[in-house]
């Protein structure tokens, strides 16, 4: 009895990360601007559109979890070879600055 629910929680809580993880993949997948894909050098916003969008279908509808770790994994290499490649064409993330900059510029402790 015990373990089935211990079973039953493990299940629901990797379903939700699953789903949380290709869910924020498809919204920022359908932020970032269309030429950027290309100018990147990646597979089209359309086609990370259309792989992200399955790999949500399937996390919300189909409880296979062999289909639910193929649509983690092109999740994950949307985050880790994607995102960083748009960013960095699109301008985004750190500029380089030092860690203590601030809005207006650097931050020296009020000296």
Same mark, same amino acid.
């Given at each position: 009895?015990?373990?089935?629910? !211990?079973?039953?929680?493990?299940?629901?809580?990797?379903?939700? #990360?699953? %789903?949380?993880? $290709? &869910?924020?993949? @498809?919204?920022? *997948?359908?932020?970032?601007?269309?030429?950027?894909?290309?100018?990147?050098?990646?597979?089209?916003?359309? !086609?990370?559109?259309?792989?992200?969008?399955?790999?949500?279908? #399937?996390? %919300?509808?189909? $409880? &296979?979890?062999? @289909?639910?770790? *193929?649509?983690?994994?092109?999740?994950?290499?949307?985050?880790?070879?994607?995102?960083?490649?748009?960013?960095?064409?699109?301008?985004?993330?750190?500029?380089?600055?030092?860690?203590?900059?601030?809005?207006?510029?650097?931050?020296?402790?009020?000296?």
């Amino acid at each position: 009895m015990l373990r089935a629910g !211990f079973d039953f929680t493990l299940w629901l809580v990797l379903d939700l #990360v699953f %789903l949380v993880t $290709s &869910v924020t993949a @498809l919204i920022m *997948a359908a932020l970032a601007r269309k030429d950027a894909y290309t100018a990147a050098d990646k597979q089209t916003k359309n !086609f990370w559109l259309i792989i992200l969008g399955i790999t949500v279908a #399937v996390n %919300l509808f189909v $409880s &296979v979890l062999f @289909l639910s770790i *193929a649509g983690l994994i092109a999740s994950i290499v949307f985050f880790v070879d994607v995102r960083p490649a748009l960013a960095q064409v699109s301008g985004g993330g750190r500029r380089g600055g030092s860690s203590s900059d601030g809005p207006y510029g650097p931050y020296n402790g009020g000296r």
